[in-house]
């Protein structure tokens, strides 16, 4: 089993940056392809960014294209989200993910196996 743990969510205003971290345990990350989503109110969960298990591929939604990084350190077994010029349209719980799909770019939440808890994120106007 792996375990995933999110952080580094919190309320910041509109511009802003936040950087989100996901530890996992259990297992090596280098064996997985890594993804993040998010969720906001009443919404379907969505996929912004994924990453391959060797980090030479990423996917990102167009909401968060140019604005959101995804990547990861297997050494400290851990991804990254870098968000920048957050909107209030961020606003959601951010969950990472682990897919054993990971020599492709996996988009779908049924292709991933393991979830972490998921953070809050709140972008004030």
């Known amino acids: 089993q792996m375990q995933l743990v999110e952080s580094g969510g919190g309320l910041v205003q509109a511009g802003d940056s936040l950087r989100l971290s996901c530890a996992a345990s259990g297992r090596t990350i280098s064996n997985y392809g890594l993804g993040w989503f998010r969720q906001a109110r009443g919404k379907e969960r969505e996929c912004i960014a994924t990453i391959t298990g060797n980090g030479d591929r990423t996917y990102y939604a167009d909401s968060v294209k140019g604005r959101f990084t995804i990547s990861r350190d297997n050494a400290e077994n851990t991804v990254y989200l870098q968000m920048n010029s957050l909107k209030p349209e961020d606003t959601a719980v951010y969950y990472c993910?682990?897919?054993?799909?990971?020599?492709?770019?996996?988009?779908?939440?049924?292709?991933?196996?393991?979830w972490g808890q998921g953070t809050q994120v709140t972008v004030s106007s």
């Open positions: 993910a682990a897919s054993t799909r990971r020599f492709t770019l996996a988009t779908s939440k049924w292709e991933y196996d393991y």
